[in-house]
């Protein structure tokens, strides 16, 4: 694993321009709805990490709604006769949907209050075979109820195309399910597009990766689960292509430094950090760096997913350049603890540390294990509301409460004392 994590961090620093807003804004409240795959809470918590360690001052509050099986006509929460709803058309097909979504939203994400839902829906709207127009059809008319009670209830929502399927052929792409989910993919682009909508879209992005990957071994396994269900592997490479539509910045702050000077090394630039405290003494250099916020959050169990899409370089960059450095090897301590040796040649073109930051990287961690621990206690709440579990109401609100709390202060980056010396071969 670290012959990876090392592979990856050590990249050009490069200057990025001025980049759009993140989607997401100070006092949200994000809901995640969808079926089994959203259900994982896998994708989800990765982008939830994202933005908790890259705004730690924003007051941001995430919750699940995925639920196995589900669809945009809500199969899963009202059971409708699918039969005669699939018959129906105009308005009483439409009566049919209303009966189906309305009140189940009501109770399952309007309750939450959120400002944003994110609607993964599609996988098994099209029922995972060859174009049926009668599933697209309930398909189509399923987001719009959804997209028109949210509305109506103070919700902006996001529209989310499934990632494809993942047989293990040489061209995905020419699988009749991808081929149908392909065209669900066309109608939600362009109910987004009649009614000025965010669309996300995961399916091109994830399908490019799928045909490169698999035109060289049919029988690579990309997302690490099973055809419909992404491992972290995937869940990564999917939340990585959701925060780029959403504007998520790749900087998480840089620092550079010029040692041409000894006894005297200078400070060329500091983005979204300060730092202070600089000293230069026999060929080692210590500096203290405070930083607006963290790095994302990489899942140990997703480091592949960094050989197969730009995680770090397009969301994770911690940098770190100095020039002008007179020995060869260097080994970079944070608060006395060795995160890295680099070369002088490494650290003159730039390092991105965001997975060996010693102690910066496992606070970015103990994030990401609190937000599976949280959202697994927000999960049996949510439960509980429904099957009025008296036992559970009278306590999981306390529990989910301090481990926001907790989050919430893990979240805060802290000041570190970074220490560069001369390494022997």
Excluded at 315 to 325: A, D, F, H, S, V
Excluded at 374 to 383: A, C, M, R, Y
Aim: aromatic share 6%; with cysteine.
């Amino acid at each position: 694993m670290m012959s990876t994590i090392f592979a990856c961090a050590v990249l050009a620093v490069q200057t990025f321009a001025a980049e759009p807003e993140f989607a997401l804004r100070d006092n949200d409240r994000v809901l995640f709805l969808g079926d089994s795959i959203t259900e994982q809470k896998l994708y989800t918590t990765y982008i939830e990490a994202y933005a908790v360690t890259r705004f730690p001052k924003l007051k941001l509050a995430f919750a699940n709604r995925g639920w196995g099986g589900d669809t945009a006509w809500m199969r899963m929460r009202s059971f409708p006769d699918e039969k005669v709803l699939f018959a129906a058309e105009g308005d009483a097909q439409q009566k049919l949907i209303e009966e189906s979504v309305d009140d189940v939203l009501i109770r399952d994400v309007v309750t939450f209050k959120p400002t944003i839902v994110l609607i993964n829906f599609g996988m098994n709207d099209c029922n995972r075979e060859p174009f049926r127009e009668d599933l697209f059809r309930a398909y189509v008319r399923g987001q719009k109820e959804i997209v028109k009670v949210l509305t109506k209830n103070g919700a902006r929502p996001i529209l989310l195309t499934p990632q494809p399927l993942e047989p293990l052929i040489a061209d995905p792409a020419s699988d009749p399910r991808n081929q149908s989910l392909r065209k669900f993919a066309d109608g939600l682009k362009d109910i987004a597009a009649k009614q000025n909508l965010t669309f996300l879209d995961q399916f091109d992005p994830y399908m490019a990766i799928l045909k490169r990957e698999h035109a060289q071994n049919a029988k690579v396994n990309i997302g690490g689960g099973d055809e419909i269900h992404p491992a972290p592997v995937g869940h990564t490479i999917m939340a990585s292509i959701l925060l780029k539509q959403l504007n998520a910045p790749a900087l998480v702050s840089s620092v550079e430094l010029d040692f041409s000077d000894a006894q005297n090394a200078k400070l060329v630039n500091a983005t979204k950090c300060t730092v202070a405290n600089i000293k230069a003494e026999n060929g080692t250099l210590v500096f203290e760096r405070s930083d607006e916020s963290l790095p994302m959050p990489v899942d140990a169990a997703a480091v592949d997913a960094l050989k197969i899409a730009p995680v770090l370089d397009g969301l994770n960059r911690y940098e770190l350049k100095i020039t002008g450095l007179p020995a060869d090897r260097y080994n970079v301590l944070i608060d006395e603890i060795l995160a890295t040796t680099l070369t002088k040649q490494e650290l003159a073109q730039g390092a991105n540390l965001a997975l060996i930051a010693g102690p910066i990287t496992q606070q970015a961690r103990q994030v990401l294990a609190l937000i599976f621990k949280k959202n697994e206690v927000g999960q049996t709440l949510w439960e509980a509301q429904i099957h009025n579990r008296k036992k559970q109401l009278a306590t999981l609100p306390a529990q989910l409460e301090e481990l926001e709390t907790q989050l919430t202060a893990t979240c805060q980056p802290k000041p570190h004392r970074f220490k560069l010396e001369p390494a022997g071969n």
